[in-house]
């Protein structure tokens, strides 16, 4: 089965610093891979997502992904953060019809400083 | 943009009693899954619905749970005695049918207090 790990759970950084947050997965073939954000309180938003192509995928907000198979990683990347970008972060990994398929990782949750 | 809609936003109840979340998924879309989140854990799956009927559920989803699709349009989930481990945040999602994967479009989640 399907994993996903987010190493770090809490990460701060102060406002126009750069952001990496680490997303590895292990899954057997090429998985789809996505990256969710979630504001206090709200729902699920979808930042990026990456089938197939382009290992760089670009998303909303100004976040990118690259997915590096060698590394079994999606790391997500803003080169600028902004004090509303505070939140937490899920990558997730799904693979066929989703369901039991889909799975989230742990979550990073981000405290952004003025 | 079309959405996934989850109503109530947030519910408390007593602990035993049955609870119905409901769902309003995008309207060409064929797949229709409902997840949880206890409060600082992880996402988590639970059903996933097809051609009117349950194809897969998780260890999560016991007779206390069930789902269905009323009346085409709704997709709801039912509790029927609520315990206090329930207490979580609870997330539909939908996709369409036209490949194997697709985005999974998630609701705004529908909070869920027992007392």
């Known amino acids: 089965a399907q994993s996903v790990t987010q190493p770090d759970i809490h990460i701060t950084v102060s406002e126009g610093a750069s952001l990496e947050l680490r997303c590895n997965y292990s899954y057997g073939a090429t998985p789809y891979l996505f990256w969710y954000v979630q504001s206090p309180g709200q729902g699920l938003q979808l930042l990026l997502k990456y089938f197939s192509g382009d290992t760089l995928v670009q998303g909303i907000k100004g976040f990118e992904a690259e997915f590096k198979r060698s590394q079994s990683s999606f790391n997500l990347r803003k080169p600028s953060v902004h004090w509303s970008d505070a939140a937490e972060y899920f990558c997730a990994v799904g693979h066929d019809n989703y369901g039991q398929n889909f799975v989230f990782g742990p979550g990073t949750r981000l405290s952004v400083l003025p | 943009e079309p959405e996934v809609t989850q109503t109530p936003s947030h519910q408390v109840t007593q602990m035993g009693q049955e609870v119905i979340l409901r769902c309003v998924p995008i309207s060409n879309h064929l797949y229709f899954y409902w997840y949880r989140q206890i409060l600082g854990q992880k996402v988590e799956f639970l059903v996933s619905f097809y051609n009117n009927e349950i194809s897969e559920k998780s260890e999560i989803f016991d007779d206390q749970f069930s789902v269905e699709r009323p009346d085409g349009s709704n997709f709801t989930l039912k509790i029927r005695s609520t315990k206090l481990e329930d207490s979580a945040m609870y997330f539909c999602?939908?996709?369409?049918?036209?490949?194997?994967?697709?985005?999974?479009?998630f609701g705004e989640g529908s909070r869920l207090t027992v007392l």
């Open positions: 999602a939908s996709r369409s049918g036209t490949s194997v994967a697709g985005e999974l479009f």
